[in-house]
DNA sequence: CTGAAAGCGCTTACAG
DNA sequence: CTGAAAGCGCTTACAG
């Protein structure tokens, strides 16, 4: 993909002494004042300042172009104004867009988020969460990619409150904000039965890592029964490995090939819904004449034919209630009420490829 | 979008004790030994130590469960290890790319990125950027939203390294890593040539906040006239106002509603290639007949009914050099020679959207 | 309203 | 191979 030009060009860098950082000291003295003055201007603490006093620490703190430094404040008064948070797809819109929630909610508390990706490896979630711990993260929201860890506990352990996003974690009770994964398996098949659907192809990536997949298929596994449905299921990983699925989804069309509009396929999440949308695109299937449904509401949604029907999740508002959930527990008070769930319902956007024929 | 439940549940945590963190001076008395030994124990100076002082501070440490505080760290040791990553808006699928090489660099290095986005907004730019200085970080690379800021010129002369991405900024000559916007552009116009196209319109975000819009769009105005094509240009927000653009659009396609074979739409990005082949599928345009091109590569390119044909741009790799760059500034021998340009070649995506009739 | 002093948790010469 | 001591840049009682 890439030849690579270097075009060298002259530097018009206005100030090219490279000066050292100001440190608290340096502006005492340049305003002929105590440190303790200049800590308390930069502080919250003007209003105790005479005004002359605040004027010439101003005009040395400007002139000196000096910045508090964050590590050392936070080194001796305890609070590093960090959050991380951890996300095992970095690369799955609903981490981004829960990302984009949660950093907007810490800005307006004046903290910052520290994301890490973990690629879905335990072993860099391991290490991420070790890293998080040694800045001296005030809290960590985490969608977790494996078990529960010795970092996590030990997070934990050192009082930093933790809060889940997503999935859960066996044996490891905690704060969770998720989506309402039975309401929405439920809605999802409230909608598929309304528009005539009978046979149902559930498809997953697999569920051993991550709960919420874990309960969206047992919820899909429980409801078939209780609703007297027809259906199959399928996990697999959507790796480079095309073939299965294709495979998978034109055996479970197969059987009975006119009778394809009873016949729906509802997909895990937006990865799976892409993946299978591409299948069924290769196959020349008409959706609508086989039922497709996803959970995730994605860009594109509404460009593929007929429009993709999905089950949209409030993804801004859970990285905002995960970060609220975090300051909540940050109050001493709240710091050992039990844990809570804060669940959202999905929203139904109703399209073409759930409208039979 | 949301009800919300709230269920309580029982609290498993196996340790309730919230322990506070131990220090290097208790893991020093448990070990019986002095906090300078410890220091190297964990400075990567074991060798230096005999293998029983070793293994007493191995087990204290283990047993106390003691990390070493990197805010202290690096207020002593003058490095933060810390590396800033500003973008202008998370949620294009260019900026995630470009983080996960970048993240990927940085963990190979044993650094870590810290994110920010500005959302386009000059002021959170400001924000963002005085923060990541005030935690000292050790570079930064910026995709800039406006103009050059004070902030930016104060990291700079405090002698932070800064790559731009994709970006330039003016007046302010730094290192940049980007796509060869001229090529991009000749490399679209020769294929929607050879493809028989010969009216354009090519669609851009608005230009001023953004080099490398700015760059595209003057490339473009240059070769048409230097190829002699016929062609037009329009740069809008993409915002809620859809119906801009669909009249647009319907201009642009109207004079002779017979010869639409020769007349082709090129996007300056992503978003604009997912609003425009929105406004398409609005009016009914069959793709071909209508040519259609975008910069950036998109995950549903290939699901739009003929494919539509893009110029990916080598994203994942665009982040790991401008974090390689860093790292060369960082270097002492190369603080000041003068600034790079890295610039690498888009691929050609040829797709049914780009295939007349 | 203001400041001197102690100390946050670490690293780094320096000395042995 | 090991440690005492100074100091990184800040905040926070404490005293005036």
Redesign the interface.
């Known amino acids: 993909?890439?030849?690579?030009?270097?075009?060298?060009?002259?530097?018009?860098?206005?100030?090219?002494?490279?000066?050292?950082?100001a440190t608290i000291l340096q502006v005492a003295q340049d305003a002929g004042v105590s440190k303790t003055s200049v800590s308390r201007y930069f502080s919250g603490e003007r209003y105790r300042l005479s005004p002359g006093m605040q004027q010439r620490i101003k005009a040395s703190a400007t002139r000196l172009?000096y910045?508090?430094?964050?590590?050392?404040r936070?080194?001796k008064g305890g609070r590093?104004r960090l959050i991380g948070m951890v996300v095992a797809d970095?690369?799955n819109p609903f981490s981004?867009?829960v990302?984009?929630g949660a950093?907007q909610a810490c800005?307006e508390q004046g903290l910052?988020l520290?994301?890490?990706?973990t690629d879905n490896d335990p072993n860099?979630e391991r290490?991420h969460l070790?890293?998080l711990?040694?800045?001296?993260v005030e809290g960590v929201i985490i969608n977790a990619a494996g078990q529960p860890s010795q970092e996590l506990?030990?997070l934990?352990?050192?009082?930093t409150p933790l809060i889940l996003l997503d999935r859960t974690l066996s044996?490891?009770?905690?704060d969770i904000v998720a989506l309402?994964n039975r309401q929405a398996i439920d809605a999802a098949l409230d909608h598929l039965q309304d528009q005539g659907y009978r046979d149902l192809l559930y498809v997953s990536e697999p569920t051993s890592q991550a709960s919420s997949r874990q309960a969206r298929l047992e919820r899909f596994q429980q409801q078939l029964k209780a609703r007297n449905l027809l259906g199959k299921w399928l996990c697999l990983p959507l790796g480079q490995e095309a073939h299965h699925l294709d495979e998978a989804i034109a055996a479970f069309l197969a059987p009975e090939a006119d009778t394809h509009a009873t016949k729906a396929l509802l997909c895990g999440n937006g990865n799976v819904t892409?993946a299978v949308?591409?299948s069924l695109?290769r196959q020349q299937v008409r959706l609508g004449d086989v039922g497709l449904m996803g959970i995730d509401e994605?860009?594109?949604a509404?460009?593929?034919?007929p429009g993709i029907t999905t089950l949209?999740q409030?993804t801004d508002?859970i990285g905002r209630t995960a970060i609220h959930s975090l300051l909540q527990r940050l109050q001493a008070r709240d710091?050992?009420s039990?844990?809570?769930?804060?669940?959202?319902?999905a929203?139904l956007h109703a399209r073409g490829s759930t409208r039979p024929g």
């Open positions: 993909m890439g030849t690579v030009s270097f075009n060298v060009g002259n530097c018009m860098c206005a100030d090219t002494t490279s000066t050292t950082q172009g910045r508090p430094n964050q590590m050392a936070s080194l590093s970095i690369r981004i867009d990302m984009h950093e800005r910052s520290v994301v890490c990706n860099q290490d070790a890293l711990a040694s800045y001296r506990s030990a934990a352990n050192q009082g044996d490891y009770d905690a309402d892409l949308t591409r695109v994605l860009p594109w509404d460009l593929i034919d949209a409030p508002i710091r050992d039990p844990p809570r769930q804060i669940l959202y319902q929203r």
